[in-house]
């Protein structure tokens, strides 16, 4: 894992299925097979929520001492908020930056007037980061912004501006704390500086709950608060429940996040049953799809950084943000997305253009985003859906808003599975603009003319009679789409009660083409496409999947002289897998299989296992390579499994073809900081991967 940690995570899974594919995403709301159905797991039904959920878009902000900086430090231009523990910054050190915070040009009706006009509906700001400095008038700390030049409550003075906006004021507020002498752990390499000495975790947490408890007294009703830094092993979940309940008894309506407590699954964000938190905290990431009864989060970087980096430039585009908010909106999520102002009190340029951009879209197209919910559509070929449904005693509708990112050049959007009529469709911001709508079969035929409208993301409202009914295409799950054996191949209609037929010749399918019922055998290069079917007509998108039929690899290789692998040991600070060749090794001893020892807490180092593996049976054969941080499998010299990369306990699966016999085999891997781990499982494709047998392996 790239960053210091204490948590421990194994390997979840014993044994791995070999390669899945599901042609299409199983979870839609609203979805149906011709009759209205209940969503299968609705919200909650806390007014608390209301406002939050229809709100959509929020600013965070990222703000302290490490502006000051500005990423830099040393030769290193890489750093952030994060530089007192990247740069090893001692704490005397850090703390004079004090001295330099002064942020004259700071204007809290500046900020909160750029994020009301880009269209955002709340605020989250650092109140204090790990680094412990507070940005408020803390009574209870003297590392707070009154022991800086500027002494002003930046806090008051933005809570009164964001209300002022009409906007929610929210409170990020960091549980790990570098600065506090009681927080545990230290970090590894200040330990010398700052021994633990007579540091009481209790009493942190208490200092911790007086810090909350200003925030949620002294400054008006907060929206939300925003934990983080959870993860470190001396925060617990007794904590967290104490911490939810302080919050709740300050300020009942108060909303409080999933990192309150240790629930939250890795940066995906989403927490088991059974935790303390009200949202989920995906971070740097979108879900790749709705969570049917979950509230959720996504927050997000411009660039690649949450705090002030002055040489980052490389921030996302205009179009990518407004999609990435679409996206969002489409799966039922909110987007908080990050600015990092500079340590004079201003937005970096950059962050202002974008800001005033996506305000101009949202000021023509805000109205898909706010109060919407999930598509009722799995995915859509050429953008994504949100959804409103109006429905009392007296009216029942149904808007759909089609957030359009890649414009037909033909002027005719498909939009395959409605069953619904469409009663009217109009492009927003442009009403004289008209579209006509032709169905047929469960498709809509959208006449919207050539050239997007909207050179982001174009929005077509149609507006319909009842609950969305969608008409699903056909999930198709097949072990692997190579194959050297025959496979078995499922086909799940996309909607109950009704049919899925399919061809196995490249055709569209009709009512005359071969119902799906039971497994199929597939033993030949071919493609499947299913649809599903209503009364002889088909209704849905079509599903295609292209199986290949491949040769497998000669094996090439006898068996080495001696049994295991060899693994060579080399020693250097990396991001992603070294370039081994020109590396010298420290040391290279015989290993009986790939896997580290339960023990092993060696850092900064990689491991490269050469050798040869013994193959019985010609055959497809899946291999899931799991790892902490980054791996590579090669077999014959190909990349079989590429997970490179820092980061946490992850597997990802590949397969090959292998003829019986001894073949080459690479396994690299390389651990930076923080857990290490590695294992490889194997198995023919279709049934389990286990781990692999020493016997399996020899060497030169
Ligand atoms: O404030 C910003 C970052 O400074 C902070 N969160 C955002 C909003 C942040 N701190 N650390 N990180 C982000 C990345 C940390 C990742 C990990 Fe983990 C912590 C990897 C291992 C421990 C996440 C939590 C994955 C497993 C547990």
């Not at 069953?419 to 032709?438: F, I, P, T, W, Y």
Request: proline share 5%.
């Amino acid at each position: 894992m790239p960053l210091p940690t204490t948590i421990s995570r194994l390997c979840a899974a014993a044994t791995l299925a070999a390669l899945p594919v599901v042609a299409t995403p199983a979870l839609a709301q609203s979805t149906t097979n011709g009759v209205a159905a209940p969503a299968q797991a609705q919200l909650s039904n806390d007014p608390r929520m209301d406002w939050w959920r229809d709100a959509r878009f929020g600013m965070f902000i990222h703000w302290g001492l490490y502006a000051v900086p500005a990423g830099e430090w040393g030769d290193g231009t890489g750093h952030a908020e994060w530089i007192r523990t990247t740069a090893q910054i001692p704490l005397d050190t850090y703390d004079q930056f004090r001295g330099q915070f002064n942020p004259v040009k700071f204007d809290a009706d500046e900020w909160a007037a750029m994020a009301a006009d880009a269209g955002m509906k709340y605020i989250v700001i650092t109140t204090k980061h790990h680094d412990g400095f507070a940005l408020y008038d803390s009574a209870v700390s003297d590392f707070d912004v009154m022991s800086t030049p500027f002494k002003r409550d930046i806090m008051a003075e933005l809570a009164e501006a964001t209300r002022a906006q009409g906007l929610e004021m929210c409170w990020y507020h960091s549980i790990m704390d570098w600065h506090h002498p009681d927080y545990l752990p230290r970090r590894g390499w200040e330990k010398a500086d700052r021994p633990d000495g007579d540091a009481d975790m209790d009493r942190y947490v208490q200092y911790l709950f007086n810090q909350v408890t200003e925030l949620l007294t002294n400054y008006g009703d907060i929206g939300v608060m925003w934990f983080d830094g959870e993860w470190e092993a001396t925060w617990n979940s007794t904590y967290g429940e104490a911490l939810y309940k302080l919050c709740r008894s300050l300020q009942p309506d108060v909303i409080v996040n999933n990192r309150v407590d240790k629930g939250r699954g890795g940066m995906a964000g989403m927490s088991d049953e059974g935790y303390f938190g009200d949202f989920g905290t995906p971070e740097q990431t979108i879900p790749a799809t709705g969570i049917p009864g979950v509230d959720w989060e996504t927050c997000m970087t411009m660039n690649g950084h949450w705090g002030y980096n002055a040489a980052d430039k490389d921030f996302k585009s205009t179009t990518d943000l407004i999609q990435k908010l679409g996206d969002i909106a489409s799966k039922g999520g909110n987007f908080l997305l990050n600015i990092g102002p500079k340590a004079d009190g201003t937005f970096p340029q950059e962050s202002i253009d974008r800001l005033r951009e996506i305000g101009d879209w949202m000021d023509v197209n805000g109205e898909a985003i706010y109060g919407t919910s999930a598509s009722p559509f799995d995915t859509l070929p050429w953008g994504r859906c949100t959804m409103k449904h109006h429905g009392d005693r007296h009216l029942d509708m149904t808007t759909l808003y089609l957030h359009v990112f890649d414009w037909p050049t033909s002027g005719v959007l498909r939009l395959d599975g409605l069953g619904n009529e469409v009663l009217s469709a109009k492009l927003l911001g442009d009403a004289d603009r008209s579209v006509g709508v032709e169905q047929h079969n469960g498709t809509a035929f959208l006449q919207v003319g050539t050239g997007a409208p909207d050179p982001h993301s174009s929005v077509i409202e149609l507006s319909m009679q009842g609950r969305p009914i969608v008409y699903r295409a056909p999930s198709v799950n097949a072990p692997a789409t190579r194959l050297y054996d025959p496979i078995e191949v499922s086909i799940t209609s996309g909607s109950k009660h009704l049919e899925a037929r399919y061809t196995l010749d490249g055709s569209e399918p009709t009512a005359s083409s071969t119902l799906a019922r039971g497994p199929l055998t597939i033993s030949d290069s071919c493609t499947l496409i299913a649809q599903t079917f209503r009364d002889g007509k088909p209704v849905s998108a079509t599903t295609r999947v292209t199986f290949e039929k491949v040769s497998p690899q000669p094996a090439t290789v006898t068996r080495g002289a001696h049994d295991g692998l060899r693994c060579a040991v080399f020693e250097g600070e990396w991001d992603a897998l070294p370039d081994f060749t020109g590396l010298t090794a420290t040391e290279s001893f015989a290993s009986d299989t790939v896997a580290l020892p339960d023990t092993y807490t060696k850092e900064r180092v990689a491991h490269r296992y050469t050798g040869r593996i013994r193959i019985d049976h010609t055959g497809m054969y899946a291999f899931a390579l799991t790892s902490d941080d980054g791996s590579a499998l090669a077999i014959n010299g190909t990349t079989v499994v590429d997970n490179d990369g820092l980061h946490g306990s992850k597997t990802i699966t590949g397969v090959a073809a292998l003829e019986a016999g001894w073949h080459t085999i690479t396994v690299d891997w390389f651990n930076k900081t923080g857990g290490a781990e590695l294992a490889l499982r194997m198995g023919p494709v279709g049934s389990e991967a286990e781990i692999v047998d020493p016997g399996r392996f020899s060497h030169e």
